[in-house]
């Protein structure tokens, strides 16, 4: 078993570790069990679901880390196109994942590579808030090749995507809101005052809603 100072404390009965776990004001936590003796310690067990879950996004994060992603562009690419590939790379450097750009040249387009440089000097001027290249944009065969690392968080530009999204479901909620105030303001049917009349006054109708119920007649003389 191990303390709650993170000390062996050897093998000990289960009767004696639940005194242990009460004696220190702790939870007795089992961290090992395939292990033989299996292996428990004394510790908070919030304190402990709390360091156990940063350590996996910790690792999540390590593995987004090693994750490459790639896009591939073209000289001749749609300006539409180009900003809908600038918008999944963005995506993907936001997920704390890396981009590999490639930049193909077809048939002629080989003699004019400077129109590719251009286009990925433009995708790389774009994407600066979010990621930066590891290094400089390299013609190797007939692509130019580049790859783009994250931005740290703290210093990484939020996704414009998520923005939009956050900024509707506000706008939503609102509005929302707004129109539950609106009905809460209204009366309800049963508050609204009623007029009555008295029944001595009340014109005599044998049940009928006669039109001429109230018309003063005179007899004929």
């Known amino acids: 078993m191990i303390g709650p100072d993170k000390k062996q404390l050897g093998v000990i009965q289960l009767t004696e570790a639940l005194n242990l776990a009460r004696q220190y004001g702790v939870d007795l936590v089992e961290i090992s069990p395939n292990a033989v003796p299996p292996v428990c310690q004394l510790v908070d067990f919030g304190k402990f679901r709390y360091e156990l879950a940063k350590r996996e996004k910790e690792s999540k994060k390590h593995q987004h880390a090693s994750t490459v992603k790639e896009v591939q562009l073209s000289p001749r690419i749609d300006p539409h196109d180009l900003g ?17 750009v490639a930049l193909k040249f077809r048939g002629r387009e080989m003699a004019h590579t400077e129109v590719g440089f251009e286009v990925i000097k433009k995708f790389i001027a774009d994407i600066e808030p979010y990621g930066h290249p590891d290094f400089q944009p390299k013609l190797i065969g007939k692509a130019i090749n580049l790859m783009i690392s994250p931005l740290p968080r703290n210093k990484r530009a939020k996704n414009p995507r998520l923005t939009e999204e956050e ?55």
């Open 84 to 100: 809908i590939k600038l918008q999944h790379s963005i995506d993907f450097l936001c997920e704390d994942m890396k981009v590999k």
């Open 167 to 221: 900024h509707k479901a506000s706008g939503a909620a609102a509005e929302a809101k707004a129109r539950a105030a609106k009905q809460s303001s209204q009366p309800a049917a049963s508050d609204q005052p009623s007029t009555k009349v008295p029944v001595g006054e009340a014109p005599a109708t044998d049940g009928l809603n006669s039109a001429f119920a109230n018309l003063d007649i005179n007899p004929a003389a």
